[in-house]
Protein backbone atom coordinates (compact mmCIF):
# COMPACT_ATOMS: atom_id res chain seq x y z
CA UNK A 1 0.00 0.00 0.00
CA UNK A 2 1.53 3.29 -1.29
CA UNK A 3 0.95 6.74 0.78
CA UNK A 4 1.43 10.02 -0.63
CA UNK A 5 0.17 12.54 -2.98
CA UNK A 6 0.47 11.90 -6.47
CA UNK A 7 0.37 15.52 -8.89
CA UNK A 8 0.31 16.01 -12.61
CA UNK A 9 1.45 19.02 -14.73
CA UNK A 10 1.04 19.79 -17.65
CA UNK A 11 3.43 22.46 -19.35
CA UNK A 12 2.03 23.54 -22.94
CA UNK A 13 5.18 23.86 -25.16
CA UNK A 14 4.92 25.61 -28.58
CA UNK A 15 7.72 24.59 -31.19
CA UNK A 16 10.15 27.45 -32.15
CA UNK A 17 9.97 29.46 -35.25
CA UNK A 18 13.52 28.53 -35.85
CA UNK A 19 14.83 25.24 -35.29
CA UNK A 20 18.59 25.96 -36.56
CA UNK A 21 21.47 25.77 -33.92
CA UNK A 22 23.01 28.82 -34.55
CA UNK A 23 26.86 27.98 -32.58
CA UNK A 24 27.57 31.34 -30.86
CA UNK A 25 31.81 32.00 -29.90
CA UNK A 26 31.13 33.50 -26.62
CA UNK A 27 31.88 37.22 -25.87
CA UNK A 28 34.47 37.72 -28.45
CA UNK A 29 33.79 40.23 -31.22
CA UNK A 30 34.08 39.37 -35.31
CA UNK A 31 37.38 41.21 -34.98
CA UNK A 32 38.69 39.37 -32.35
CA UNK A 33 37.61 35.80 -34.10
CA UNK A 34 39.01 37.05 -37.36
CA UNK A 35 42.61 38.13 -35.34
CA UNK A 36 42.21 34.22 -33.27
CA UNK A 37 41.37 32.73 -36.78
CA UNK A 38 44.69 33.25 -38.32
CA UNK A 39 47.23 32.81 -34.91
CA UNK A 40 49.34 29.84 -35.25
CA UNK A 41 49.99 28.35 -31.65
CA UNK A 42 52.33 26.35 -29.74
CA UNK A 43 50.45 24.25 -26.97
CA UNK A 44 52.78 23.00 -24.31
CA UNK A 45 51.12 20.10 -21.93
CA UNK A 46 52.31 16.85 -20.90
CA UNK A 47 49.23 15.40 -20.12
CA UNK A 48 47.63 13.72 -22.85
CA UNK A 49 44.10 14.15 -21.86
CA UNK A 50 44.45 17.81 -21.31
CA UNK A 51 46.33 18.27 -24.39
CA UNK A 52 43.48 16.25 -26.18
CA UNK A 53 40.97 18.66 -24.71
CA UNK A 54 42.75 21.82 -25.54
CA UNK A 55 43.43 21.06 -28.51
CA UNK A 56 39.44 19.77 -30.02
CA UNK A 57 37.76 23.14 -27.86
CA UNK A 58 40.75 25.35 -29.85
CA UNK A 59 40.05 23.80 -32.92
CA UNK A 60 36.28 23.35 -32.65
CA UNK A 61 35.81 27.12 -31.27
CA UNK A 62 38.16 28.64 -33.71
CA UNK A 63 38.71 26.75 -36.98
CA UNK A 64 41.50 28.78 -38.54
CA UNK A 65 44.00 28.17 -35.77
CA UNK A 66 46.95 26.32 -36.21
CA UNK A 67 47.96 24.42 -33.63
CA UNK A 68 51.26 22.51 -32.62
CA UNK A 69 51.66 20.35 -29.94
CA UNK A 70 54.96 20.09 -27.52
CA UNK A 71 55.07 17.39 -23.87
CA UNK A 72 57.65 19.19 -22.37
CA UNK A 73 59.08 22.94 -21.77
CA UNK A 74 62.82 21.38 -23.88
CA UNK A 75 60.37 20.49 -26.72
CA UNK A 76 58.74 23.76 -26.67
CA UNK A 77 62.22 25.69 -26.60
CA UNK A 78 63.14 23.58 -29.43
CA UNK A 79 60.24 24.03 -31.53
CA UNK A 80 60.45 28.04 -30.78
CA UNK A 81 63.79 27.86 -32.58
CA UNK A 82 62.56 26.61 -35.79
CA UNK A 83 59.61 28.48 -36.24
CA UNK A 84 57.51 31.28 -34.97
CA UNK A 85 54.26 30.77 -33.51
CA UNK A 86 52.31 33.76 -32.38
CA UNK A 87 51.43 32.08 -28.89
CA UNK A 88 52.33 29.55 -26.56
CA UNK A 89 49.66 27.79 -23.94
CA UNK A 90 51.85 26.45 -21.36
CA UNK A 91 51.27 23.94 -18.27
CA UNK A 92 53.70 24.74 -15.15
CA UNK A 93 54.31 21.46 -14.37
CA UNK A 94 56.05 18.81 -16.60
CA UNK A 95 58.75 16.34 -16.96
CA UNK A 96 62.18 17.50 -18.87
CA UNK A 97 61.75 20.87 -18.83
CA UNK A 98 58.67 22.81 -16.36
CA UNK A 99 56.72 25.75 -17.39
CA UNK A 100 59.11 28.33 -16.11
CA UNK A 101 62.36 27.12 -16.84
CA UNK A 102 61.52 27.21 -20.60
CA UNK A 103 59.50 30.72 -20.27
CA UNK A 104 63.19 31.70 -18.99
CA UNK A 105 65.06 30.12 -21.58
CA UNK A 106 62.41 31.73 -24.45
CA UNK A 107 63.20 34.89 -23.19
CA UNK A 108 66.83 34.46 -22.38
CA UNK A 109 67.98 32.47 -24.99
CA UNK A 110 65.94 32.68 -28.51
CA UNK A 111 66.59 35.43 -30.83
CA UNK A 112 63.83 37.62 -31.50
CA UNK A 113 61.32 37.68 -33.00
CA UNK A 114 60.41 33.85 -30.76
CA UNK A 115 61.83 35.77 -27.88
CA UNK A 116 58.78 37.78 -27.79
CA UNK A 117 56.52 35.42 -28.28
CA UNK A 118 53.10 35.40 -26.28
CA UNK A 119 53.38 32.84 -23.30
CA UNK A 120 49.66 32.20 -21.43
CA UNK A 121 50.15 30.02 -18.58
CA UNK A 122 47.35 27.51 -18.22
CA UNK A 123 47.55 25.77 -14.54
CA UNK A 124 45.47 24.83 -11.83
CA UNK A 125 48.36 26.68 -9.70
CA UNK A 126 47.08 29.95 -9.22
CA UNK A 127 47.87 31.55 -6.16
CA UNK A 128 48.96 35.00 -5.63
CA UNK A 129 52.53 33.79 -4.90
CA UNK A 130 52.24 31.08 -7.99
CA UNK A 131 50.54 33.68 -10.59
CA UNK A 132 53.83 36.61 -9.46
CA UNK A 133 55.77 33.65 -10.38
CA UNK A 134 54.88 33.30 -14.10
CA UNK A 135 54.90 37.14 -15.12
CA UNK A 136 58.27 37.43 -13.24
CA UNK A 137 59.40 34.46 -15.05
CA UNK A 138 58.14 36.61 -18.66
CA UNK A 139 55.10 34.66 -18.80
CA UNK A 140 52.42 37.57 -20.33
CA UNK A 141 48.92 35.80 -18.67
CA UNK A 142 47.48 33.17 -17.37
CA UNK A 143 44.85 30.63 -17.87
CA UNK A 144 43.44 28.70 -14.86
CA UNK A 145 43.02 24.63 -15.30
CA UNK A 146 40.50 23.03 -16.27
CA UNK A 147 39.89 26.35 -18.57
CA UNK A 148 36.79 28.18 -19.18
CA UNK A 149 36.72 28.11 -23.36
CA UNK A 150 35.45 31.51 -23.10
CA UNK A 151 38.64 33.26 -20.75
CA UNK A 152 41.53 31.17 -22.60
CA UNK A 153 40.12 32.93 -25.99
CA UNK A 154 39.88 36.35 -24.31
CA UNK A 155 43.17 36.08 -22.78
CA UNK A 156 44.34 34.85 -26.28
CA UNK A 157 42.97 37.86 -27.57
CA UNK A 158 43.95 40.35 -25.08
CA UNK A 159 47.46 39.62 -25.37
CA UNK A 160 47.32 39.53 -29.39
CA UNK A 161 45.25 42.59 -29.34
CA UNK A 162 48.52 44.89 -27.85
CA UNK A 163 52.04 44.38 -27.12
CA UNK A 164 50.82 45.48 -23.82
CA UNK A 165 50.66 42.05 -20.99
CA UNK A 166 47.69 41.71 -19.41
CA UNK A 167 49.28 41.09 -16.05
CA UNK A 168 47.06 43.90 -14.09
CA UNK A 169 43.75 42.29 -15.34
CA UNK A 170 45.30 39.02 -13.98
CA UNK A 171 46.18 40.22 -10.39
CA UNK A 172 42.81 41.15 -9.35
Known amino acids: MQHGTTFTAVIPLLKAAVQQYVKQVGLLDNISLARLNKLKVLLVEDNEFNRMV ?15 TAVNGQEAVDLLREQMYDVVLMDILM ?6 AATKAIRNTLPEPARSVKIIAMTANVLQ ?8 AGMDAYVSKPFNPDELLLKMDAVMGNNAPVRTQNLR
Do not use: C
Open 54 to 68: AEDTLKETIPGMQIA
Open 129 to 136: EDVQQYFD
Open 95 to 100: PVMDGL
